[in-house]
């Protein structure tokens, strides 16, 4: 997985850069350097949703619903950990309701924006053409944070959706493996998370 990444996200980071990817409001357009910051994370960003979907058929193909569910509790953290490694960043994947409170949970920050994106959606805006960047002051020193919005399809549901949708082996692997689960009930279109991305920034 690790070579397959990395040629991924070489492959996309200079597509990106090559085509001046259009920024969102939120910091210095100006500053050429946080520009190229920003579209290299949307890159990043979009290799972590290639990979966690391709990730996703495979199980589904091989396994069914059952099988896919260890994608999100297994393969996801596993390639945003893959990507923060090589990048030297956090690149993390955050819920509006979470499965597993200890990688999902979103911080105050990451909160606001995901309102944000709910907020610019309901003014008509669609989830795929959206993102969030600005540079934070935080205790631990200055960072670009960027956010890219996932919404749910309507494939999700069978592992995101009411009671009804989810078939009883899926409910009962939910349960099994997150006691605490509450990323249920949702509807496509909903807005599901983001993928989140911090870089630190030099002084």
């Known amino acids: 997985m690790k070579n397959r990444l990395s040629a991924l996200l070489s492959a996309v980071v ?16 100006g500053d050429v350097a946080i520009q190229a910051r920003v579209e290299e994370a949307g890159a990043v960003s979009q ?12 199980e589904m193909q091989a396994g069914g619903p059952v099988a896919a569910v260890q994608v999100c509790r297994d393969k996801a953290p596993a390639i945003a950990s893959e990507l923060s490694l090589q990048k030297g960043w956090r690149v993390t994947r955050v ?12 911080d105050a920050w990451e909160q606001g924006v995901l309102k944000t994106f709910e907020k610019r959606a309901a003014q008509g805006e669609k989830y795929d053409s959206m993102t969030h960047f600005e540079v934070v002051e935080e205790p631990d020193g200055k960072s670009l944070r960027y956010m890219k919005p996932i919404a749910v399809a309507p494939q999700c549901l069978m592992c995101h959706g009411s009671q009804d949708e989810i078939v009883a082996p899926v409910r009962q692997q939910l349960k099994s493996m997150y006691p605490h689960d509450r990323a249920v009930a949702y509807r496509p279109g909903d807005l599901r998370g983001a993928v989140s991305i911090k870089q630190p920034l030099m002084d």
Do not use: C, H, I, Y
């Not at 200079?14 to 357009?29: F, I, P, R, Y």
């Not at 290639?50 to 990730?55: D, E, F, H, R």
């Open 14 to 29: 200079l597509a990106a850069l090559a085509e001046g990817s259009a920024l969102a409001a939120g910091a210095d357009t």
């Open 47 to 58: 290799v972590f949703l290639k990979q966690l979907g391709m990730a996703m058929k495979q």
């Open 95 to 106: 819920g509006t309701r979470v499965r597993n409170p200890l990688l999902g949970m979103p």
